[in-house]
């Protein structure tokens, strides 16, 4: 293999380079902005000086372009924070995370002063602190979720049969109008509180138009005249990772 790094011009801080080695006929290079990544995709069968003369050509645009997008505000992705270890995104804010002490039964609680409190023995098994993250995430959505059906219900003449929630990774939300059931993307529960409405009054007009029809789009615009703002903030956000 080659020894990129000597070939590759110095990143600015913050950036690093990856390079892969791929069944494709030409060198690419690709910017992840939000990884603070350049990822150089190669021929499997590149030669060093083939490689070398394809990045020396690529190197001052590289540099122009990392330097851009260093001095531009980071995109807006929210996920991206998600993952943090002291900390977790809750409703479009980062919530420190606090380990307390274990009393009686595991449990996880949001403190007045927005403080995310985990409380769990030591030693406490991981795959058992990730199902109770998930069933707080979930008891948040739930929470959430009635109370945005109690107004919405009413306010649109509709009632879904329920709702659930699940991890998707290609959308927020999605309707089968005829079991009239909404299935909702659990992920929402980390992004502000009016995009998960926003989805909940989406996918309950489709209780009153199934498609994505012109009057689908008059029906959103009566009751959330946002929505396309918001529908676009949803769509900027890369849900798989
Ligand atoms: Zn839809």
Known sequence: ???????????????????????????????????????????????????????????????????????????????????????????????????????SRPGICLTTESEIIIRVPSGFDAIKEENLWNQWLRSLLNERIQTLLERWQPAMGVAPVEFRLKKMKTRWGSCNTLARRIWLNTVLVHLEPCLLECVVVHELAHLLEPGHTQRFYQIMETYLPDWKAKESLLNKIELRQ
């Open 1 to 103: 293999m080659h020894d990129i790094n000597r070939l590759l011009p110095a990143t600015p801080k913050g950036w690093q380079y990856e390079l892969v080695y791929k069944n494709i006929r030409h060198i690419y290079f690709r910017i992840y902005p939000d990884k603070r990544t350049v990822r150089i995709s190669a021929p499997a069968r590149i030669s060093s000086k083939a490689l070398e003369g394809a990045i020396q050509a690529k190197s001052a645009w590289l540099i122009n372009r990392m330097n851009a997008l260093s001095n531009a505000p980071a995109p807006f992705n929210p996920l991206s924070a998600i993952k943090d270890s002291g900390s977790c995104m809750i409703w479009g804010r980062q919530l420190p995370v606090i380990r307390g002490t274990f009393n």
